[in-house]
């Protein structure tokens, strides 16, 4: 029992441990140039478009290390990259074992599709847990050297309100590895639709009466610059999430149940 679940997750270890220190060598990377921003932030946000400015938490954006983070580090890396990443390594959770004539092997065994479908998803537990555990505490650090402070709490909720956020990118990734029948085309759609998303909700939602589109992305549940900058934690909006994610994951998993291999 649950042999699938460590062999996933021990898998993903190696993987998870390159991601977590190189996203976080990237945000002390980033860190590290905000004094130099810290000075001149209000003139770089004055040339902005007004979208552009909205997109990034208004027009402090860049003079506060809160802003600053949300603005360089989480609004496009974390809820784009990193969710892009979830998205196209659940894309190949299913799909691709069927493609290599893996899965016939695995249900040889006493094991049911839906055991595969949540222990395979369970060992994303992995990287989840490693991301968010030591990106913040790296991040803690890069900002004590700079001679800035931040709320440690803040920090704390900005990751674990993104989790939601990540679940929901992995169960879109699981959907297309159910509903796609090769492995490629999961993995790149996987990547045109966290994309795709995200623009969807910061920039064609600001239109003018088609703000209501932004209501369908993930992206409009998780603000990291209202989590970081204000200290509003909105659970509501993680419930939402929460509640998208189960049921894009029971909707595949019933797929699978049912999917001619």
């Known amino acids: 029992m649950f042999e699938i679940l460590y062999y996933e997750g021990k898998r993903r270890l190696r993987s998870s441990t390159v991601l977590t220190i ?13 004094p130099s921003v810290k000075e001149m932030g209000e003139e770089m946000m004055a040339g902005l478009p007004d979208a552009v400015i909205e997109m990034f938490g208004g027009l402090g954006a ?10 360089e580090v989480y609004i496009i890396f974390w809820t784009v990259f990193v969710g892009i990443y979830f998205a196209y390594s659940a ?7 069927i493609q290599k004539e893996k899965m016939d092997l695995v249900l040889s065994y006493p094991v049911s599709r839906r055991q ?20 913040p505490v790296a991040i803690y650090i890069g900002i004590s050297l700079i001679g800035e402070t931040i709320e440690p709490l803040r920090l704390v909720m900005v990751h674990l309100l993104s ?4 679940l929901v990118c992995i169960a879109i990734g699981l959907f297309l590895s159910v509903v796609v029948d090769r492995a490629k085309i999961a993995r790149y759609a996987s990547i045109g639709a966290i994309f ?13 009466n088609f703000e209501w589109i ?12 209202k989590i970081l900058r204000q200290a509003t934690y909105n659970y509501t909006n993680a419930t939402i999430l929460l509640i998208a994610f189960f ?15």
């Open 214 to 225: 932004g209501l369908i992305t993930p992206s409009h549940y998780f603000d990291p610059p």
């Open 163 to 166: 989790i939601p956020y990540l």
């Open 62 to 71: 860049f003079t506060t290390i809160e802003g600053y983070l949300a603005a």
């Open 196 to 208: 795709g998303l995200y623009l969807i909700s910061n920039i064609i939602s600001m239109a003018k």
């Open 91 to 97: 894309a190949n959770l299913i799909v691709n074992d």
């Open 116 to 135: 595969i479908i949540i222990e395979k998803t369970s060992a994303f537990g992995v990287p989840l847990l490693l991301l968010n555990a030591v990106v």
């Open 22 to 34: 190189l996203f976080s060598a990237l945000a002390l990377f980033y860190i590290s140039f905000f």
């Open 247 to 261: 049921v894009i994951f029971i909707a595949s998993m019933e797929i699978f149940k049912r999917k001619d291999i």
